[in-house]
């Protein structure tokens, strides 16, 4: 059974900078997207995407919120995803969560195309 585990979170002032890692445990398929998600307050129901990349690494997909200030990468060799976060901005503030693909290949941002999640981890953005 496949785990995942969001790390890299905490709170920073705005202009700042934070790394989001994601190990996965367990069996998972590698030929398969990975991806970012965040539900911002108020919005729990909703994930947003945030950013997705592709079983070989090769093609990524950004929210036009992001677009220029996050990088999105993964390691298969090592079971892991990592986000770069650049420029944050107080509307960046939300829980992130990683996630696995069960689309067969490229799922791009939508929710519904992920099957294994995280549990989170926290981002605050201070004015």
């Known amino acids: 059974q496949v785990s995942l585990m969001e790390s890299g979170g905490g709170s920073v002032q705005a202009g700042g900078s934070l790394t989001l890692a994601c190990e996965v445990s367990g069996y998972y398929d590698k030929r398969e997207s990975m991806a970012w998600f965040r539900q911002t307050p108020g919005m729990e129901h909703e994930y947003e995407g945030v950013?997705?990349?592709?079983?070989?690494?090769?093609?990524?997909s950004y929210d036009e919120s992001v677009q220029g200030r996050f990088t999105v990468s993964r390691d298969n060799a090592k079971n892991t995803l990592s986000l770069q976060m650049n420029r944050l901005q107080p509307e960046d503030t939300a829980m992130y969560y990683c996630?696995?693909?069960?689309?067969?290949?490229?799922?791009?941002?939508?929710?519904?195309?992920?099957?294994?999640w995280g549990r989170g981890t926290q981002v605050t953005v201070s004015p």
């Open positions: 996630a696995v693909g069960k689309c067969g290949g490229w799922c791009s941002l939508n929710p519904y195309a992920y099957g294994a």
């Open positions: 950013a997705a990349i592709s079983p070989d690494g090769r093609l990524e």
